[in-house]
């Protein structure tokens, strides 16, 4: 597994890559966690397949299709005023 993390204010978005099956195989995964009150992380997102489950050719592409999406979910929250809310 391949890990990538992305700071978004008081938000941190870590994505995944994991490998499956035989050969070169990626399925992208994430989960955003949420600075809380008291200084603690709070998890407020998690998704293990990414795109429904589709598989990608590198981890770099899981990776990057996981990061975005992400960025949708920091950006949907933060414009909807919605805290730590799964």
Known sequence: MQIQQYDAG??????GAVE??????FQATLVVTRIGCQGQWI???????VGGGFLWN??????????????????????AGLGSVR
């Open 10 to 15: 008081d938000y941190q978005i870590c994505a």
């Open 20 to 25: 499956r099956g035989l050969g070169a195989a």
């Open 43 to 49: 998890e407020v997102y998690r998704e293990d397949q």
């Open 58 to 79: 590198c981890p770099q592409e899981a990776l990057t299709f996981a990061l975005e999406r992400g960025k949708d979910v920091v950006m949907c929250r933060s414009a």
